[in-house]
């Protein structure tokens, strides 16, 4: 599985985001697709993620109510829309598959990644 981040930028507090993940292969349907974002200095901290079905989805306590993840299987593609975003949002975001067992926040469950998209929200 290949995957590719984008729709990151610069935006105000206040503003919203849409990063989009897109994917290769024909089972994206049995991943379940994690966002993730680094700071600069900091460690890679869990965002969200959507189970393969698309049914359930989880979020830290830092994005939730602000953030909702979805997913196009017939497209093969992931979505992290961010509303409400705030300075301490700035990063960058990650998105990851891993197999669809477990509901997981860690980055060791994820097996493949993509390649980043920066998102810069100004004060």
């Known amino acids: 599985v290949q995957l590719q981040a984008s729709g990151g930028g610069l935006v105000q507090a206040g503003g919203s985001l849409r990063l989009s993940c897109a994917a290769s292969?024909?089972?994206?349907?049995?991943?379940?697709i994690g966002w993730f974002r680094q700071a600069p200095g900091k460690e890679r901290e869990f965002v969200g993620v959507i189970r393969g079905s698309g049914m359930l989805t989880y979020y830290s306590d830092s994005v939730k109510g602000r953030f909702a993840i979805s997913r196009d299987n017939a497209k093969n593609t992931a979505f992290l829309q961010m509303n409400t975003l705030k300075p301490e949002d700035t990063a960058v975001y990650y998105c990851a598959a891993g197999r669809d067992l477990v509901t997981a926040i860690t980055p060791a469950a994820y097996t493949y990644w993509g390649q980043g998209t920066q998102v810069t929200v100004s004060s």
């Open positions: 292969g024909r089972t994206f349907s049995s991943w379940k």
